[in-house]
């Protein structure tokens, strides 16, 4: 029996058994196409960027491990390895792109000089790809960056130097906006901290307060750009402090109507950041979530189909607002096939996306709405069972893209032909 012929009549047997409990798995499909993930351009060079030739991550509290051959060296290249990561991956995608990532024609323009024209170049390709752009301030790998404090630095100058350049990314954001007639959430994150117990937290707190405040003040139209801003808990030379905490950014975000991102290895590890999702948007129209796998602390490992991805994608269908949950990747993994890095991680997210999908999610508050915990319970443990697999192979060949582990053959002959010859 072929392949195709296989899988087909392994989904008829799925569609059956996920019917018997009221689950439309073609409604599933369907909805999952509609959800698309933003896929992060920094994984594939290391969170090096473009803005000179031998540039390389630095500072920050930010660190990338493994030295695997075959990186991307240059836009076009960076370009390329996309292009086959989003052939393996079932739907349609965003991009996150960096401001540290455009064309600046091997001149060194400073931050606080980026303009669209560096960036017209990443349209143009995402046009051609179908595919949307979203954008990144980089306040880190910068001389200016190295004390370890950028927006709320004491320098005024300083402070000032980073406040432009957010400024300015938020013009490249909207120049996508209009350009690709989709929303560029444009997502703010800065190293700020200290290594050692401070004893004044507050002075660095009021003062990025006052950096935003002055960027927000350019307002730009919703239909362009969104901004959201990302906490972290700790970081690398930031272990004891970190300025943009978690309650500070939530508190700022709720007050100024912008976006929310919680990243998955931005919190303790007993933290569940599934069980933030309804608790936060009681009170915000939209969040994003910077998809992660933290192993021990704060690690950006490749995501894969885990108990914390698990929840967090439960929690998104759970939620009904779906349409208000950005989904976009953060991982960084010098250690293996950086294309690979990508397709695992994606495929893994939407993976956990459609189980959630297929949850039969009307039975099961209905049970917890009788007070029936018993028979809640042992759904819940039943679907550990259902044939979930099928579905997903069935959605792949809809969506003509590699089914099971066949893509693996694909990886490793690009990285023969492609990445393996970049030396």
Same mark, same amino acid.
């Given at each position: 029996?072929?392949? +195709? ?49 031998d540039s390389e991550l630095s500072g920050g509290g930010i660190q990338v491990t493994g030295n695997h051959p ?13 292009? +086959? ?9 965003r991009l996150n792109l960096h401001a540290m990532y455009g064309e600046f024609g091997g001149k060194l323009v ?33 001389? +200016?960056?190295?004390?370890?404090? @950028? ?37 703010l994150w800065i190293p700020d901290g200290d290594k050692d117990t401070p004893i004044d937290r507050w002075t660095? /707190? ?9 960027? =927000? *003040? ?14 972290? =808990? ?13 309650? !500070? ?22 933290? *569940? ?25 704060? *690690? ?12 967090? @994608? ?17 991982? !960084? ?24 999908? =297929? ?5 099961? /508050? @209905? ?14 443990? *039943?679907?550990?069972?259902?044939? !979930? ?35």
């Open positions: 029996m072929a392949a +195709k012929d296989r899988i087909e009549k392994a989904y008829e047997i799925a569609k059956e058994s996920y019917a018997e409990l009221g689950v439309d798995t073609e409604s599933a499909m369907v909805r999952l196409k509609d959800i698309a993930i933003s896929l992060h351009c920094w994984q594939g060079d290391d969170v090096g960027g473009f803005e000179k030739p075959g990186k991307a060296r240059t836009v076009r290249e960076l370009r390329q390895d996309l292009e +086959k990561a989003y052939s393996l991956i079932p739907g349609s995608h400073d931050r606080n000089e980026i303009g669209p024209e560096h960036y017209r170049g990443w349209v143009d390709w995402a046009k051609e790809q179908r595919v949307k752009l979203d954008f990144n301030a980089t306040c880190f790998s910068h001389p +200016k960056a190295d004390s370890g404090f @950028t927006l709320s630095n004491r320098d005024k100058g300083i402070r000032q130097f980073w406040i432009e350049h957010v400024k300015l990314c938020r013009q490249v954001s909207a120049f996508f906006g209009r350009e690709q007639a989709s929303p560029c959430i444009h997502n660095p /707190r009021a003062l990025l307060k006052a950096s935003l405040d002055e960027i =927000l *003040s350019d307002i730009l139209p919703s239909s362009e750009m969104k901004d959201a801003v990302e906490s972290k =808990l700790f970081g690398i030379g930031s272990e004891a402090y970190v300025v943009g905490s978690h309650e !500070f950014y939530l508190a700022y975000a709720l007050t100024k109507g912008i976006v929310p991102c919680f990243d998955l290895g931005h919190f303790h590890p007993t933290e *569940s950041v599934a069980d933030k999702i309804s608790a936060t948007m009681q009170f915000c129209d939209e969040i994003l979530l910077h998809v992660s796998r933290p192993v021990r602390w704060d *690690s950006d490992h490749v995501v894969i189909l885990n108990d914390d991805i698990r929840a967090v @994608t439960e929690e998104i269908v759970r939620s009904n607002k779906l349409e208000h949950i950005n989904i976009a990747l953060d991982f !960084f993994d010098a250690s293996m096939n950086r294309v690979g890095a990508w397709t695992i991680g994606t495929r893994a997210t939407l993976k956990g996306l459609l189980i959630a999908l =297929l949850e039969p999610s009307d039975k099961l /508050r @209905t049970y917890e709405a009788e007070g029936n915990n018993f028979a809640r319970l042992a759904m819940l443990d *039943s679907l550990k069972n259902m044939p !979930f697999g099928a579905v997903w192979d069935y959605y792949c060949v809809q969506s003509d893209v590699p089914i099971g582990a066949s893509w693996l053959k694909e990886i490793q002959e690009y990285e023969i032909n492609v990445t393996g010859k970049r030396v």
